[in-house]
């Protein structure tokens, strides 16, 4: 009888145990993840329970109606300081790049009403979009060229084929999003004056949608008088549909023009 290779028989035994250590390994970390989980898990639920236990006065919708009476009666008190605070909140985060400035038009067209929303939204994110137009174009070229080459070569392209009448769509059907068309544009060779109005123009109309949507939600004292009925009125329907149906209708209208062009 022929005994087995001392030799062979190492290496089977030593892949066999680094396998077995491998996967035990492995389920440990497993289990470690799932406990590190349920811990976050747990101190989240039990935050957020302390927070509601310690302001469920507060969360109340008669309370939140009271404080919307004194934030309306400050801002008619002092309209000036109260429309440059707006303004320099989203001029901020869409000259930062932030995110929420969709919710934020919605909160305005709520509080300021329609054409006082309109005006301060309009301008105050052409104003935030231009800043980052200018810190792209001065500050930060190279590493925005680096990093968004492909697409920059993309709106370049179409840049220089039909000029600001490109930046126009953009602002109408926006291929790419809001922040980047704003970065994107400071690496051509459009002018600052040129992208401020364009830019203005362009998103006019996108900009009255989401304004008058958010004039379309009843007040916090509406709320709080008729509850869950109040919610849904013909206003805030038709705004919903303009939301759906505004970006297609922008679309076709904008194939069209390009097509007989």
């Known amino acids: 009888m022929t005994s087995a290779d001392p030799e062979t028989e190492l290496p089977e035994q030593t892949e066999s145990q680094n396998a077995e250590h491998t996967s035990a390994k492995a389920s440990h970390v497993s289990r470690t993840g799932t406990w590190i989980r349920l811990a976050v898990f747990v101190l989240l639920a039990g935050i957020i329970s302390l927070a509601y236990y310690n302001f469920r006065d507060v969360l109340t919708l008669k309370y939140l109606a009271t404080q919307e009476t004194n934030w309306r009666d400050f801002a008619s008190q002092h309209p000036v300081a109260i429309y440059l605070i707006a303004f320099l909140i989203y001029t901020s985060i869409t000259g930062l790049s932030l995110p929420g400035a969709v919710p934020l038009t919605l909160t305005y067209g709520w509080f300021f009403g329609f ?22 174009r001065y500050l930060f070229r190279s590493a925005i060229q680096s990093r968004y080459g492909e697409r920059f070569a993309v709106i370049n392209q179409q840049f220089e084929k039909e000029g600001a009448f490109y930046l126009f769509i953009l602002r ?18 459009i002018r600052a004056w040129t992208f401020w109005w364009v830019s203005q123009i362009g998103m006019l109309a996108g900009t009255a949608v989401f304004v008058y949507a958010g004039t379309s939600v009843p007040t916090l004292q509406e709320l709080s008088e008729q509850g869950a009925k109040g919610i849904l009125t013909p206003q805030l329907i038709i705004a919903f549909i303009l939301l759906g149906t505004f970006p297609l209708l922008i679309k076709k209208i904008v194939n069209r023009i390009q097509s007989r062009s």
């Open 172 to 189: 109408l059907v926006p291929a790419f999003p809001f922040f980047l068309i704003n970065v994107l544009m400071g690496l051509t060779t």
């Open 115 to 136: 054409w006082k929303a309109l005006l301060l939204v309009s301008f105050s994110s052409t104003a935030g979009a231009t800043l980052a137009f200018l810190t792209s």
